[in-house]
């Protein structure tokens, strides 16, 4: 969702309450049209089961790691992913298969660069029109990621997994632009067969907001399996240790990104935030290249980051170079996996009878 969050969203206090309340009349009739949207039937089908990975709330919850991680599950059950996506950044409507050689994060968005590298991705403006496309490809796919899209009702889809950040949970529980919700939870809560709880880059699995956020949708109607997850950085990534960093992001939680490059061992003197998709210019990629030489500090950012800076403006490719990529992956334990397994195995054996 092209929106930029206020943080008194996930703030309190009697200004935040009272510039809530304010808008609350606003939040009804989006609201009251979300819920119209989303209860809507008939989306397409065309014989390959869809399973929608999606955000109850708008900013970063660390869904595309675990689409990421969600394509390498079915891979090992023999299963042949494809990913279709809105391609939120980019220019091309599509339908139009991504290609990592030529295309770039302006005209597919930048997302979708990082998903193909772990199988083909659709990029498409209008999701049943994407799911048509993939459907009458003459490569044979056996299963559909939809990357987003759970409030979208043009496509039918067989499972549906929200990704939920484990530290910010549901702000205020209100709804846009009240709060960060994209409808009532009591609307999307039922919605959903599972809830992925994204802990980022925590020493422990659990973390003290499992509990509370695991109430609040059950008492909303969700009666599914809640799964835990943690990011981290694979094994192999260059170390960070001991270096001193400066460390940009333009991601939808970049916090969960500069507490990762500080577990990594790294000092972070300098850490800048843009907003979410950004498109640094040439006159910000100069500041961070000036900053990081004044000071003889590491540039690092994230792979979606690094993906958007353009080889075609000489400063952004000079920083594209300077800077190092800090990869993340989400780990869920065996358990949990099991559990995902198991409705993976229920949406995919439905389409094969």
């Not at 409030?151 to 530290?167: M, Y």
């Not at 990011?231 to 260059?238: C, L």
């Not at 004044?294 to 000489?314: N, P």
């Amino acid at each position: 969702m092209p929106l930029n969050e206020p943080g008194w969203w996930y703030g309190t206090g009697a200004l935040n309450t009272w510039t809530a309340r304010a808008l609350s009349p606003v939040s009804s009739v989006y609201d009251w049209i979300a819920n119209w949207r989303m209860a809507r039937t008939g989306g397409l089908a065309v014989g390959l089961p869809v399973i929608c990975v999606g955000n109850f709330t708008a900013g970063g919850t660390g869904k595309t790691p675990f689409v990421c991680w969600l394509v390498d599950a079915t891979k090992q059950r023999d299963l042949k992913p494809v990913i279709l996506t809105r391609g939120f950044g980019g220019c091309l409507p599509g339908p139009v298969w991504v290609d990592q050689d030529s295309h770039t994060a302006e005209e597919v968005g930048d997302e979708p660069l990082l998903l193909a590298k772990h199988a083909p991705v659709m990029v498409a403006r209008d999701r049943a029109e994407g799911l048509q496309a993939i459907a009458q490809d003459s490569k044979k796919f056996d299963v559909v990621i939809m990357d987003d899209g759970l409030q979208n009702p043009s496509v039918n889809k067989d499972l549906s997994i929200a990704v939920v950040d484990g530290k910010r949970g549901f702000g205020n529980g209100r709804v846009i632009p009240a709060g960060p919700l994209r409808a009532s939870l009591s609307h999307q809560a039922p919605r959903v067969s599972a809830i992925v709880i994204n802990n980022g880059p925590a020493p422990d699995a659990r973390s003290p907001m499992t509990a509370p956020i695991t109430s609040k949708l059950r008492g909303n109607g969700f009666d599914g399996p809640v799964i835990e997850a943690t990011m981290s950085v694979p094994a192999g990534a260059k170390t960070l240790k001991s270096k001193r960093v400066l460390a940009y992001a333009g991601i939808g939680s970049p916090e969960r990104f500069f507490e990762t490059v500080r577990l990594q061992g790294a000092d972070l003197v300098e850490q800048r935030v843009f907003a979410d998709h950004h498109q640094l210019t040439t006159v910000e990629a100069r500041s961070l290249l000036q900053s990081a030489a004044d000071q003889s500090l590491t540039l690092v950012t994230t792979e979606k980051d690094w993906v958007r800076l353009s080889d075609h403006d000489t400063v952004l490719k000079e920083l594209k170079t300077a800077s190092r990529l800090v990869p993340i992956v989400m780990d869920i334990s065996e358990g949990d996996s099991e559990e995902i397994a198991a409705l993976l195995d229920v949406c995919c054996v439905k389409h094969d009878d």
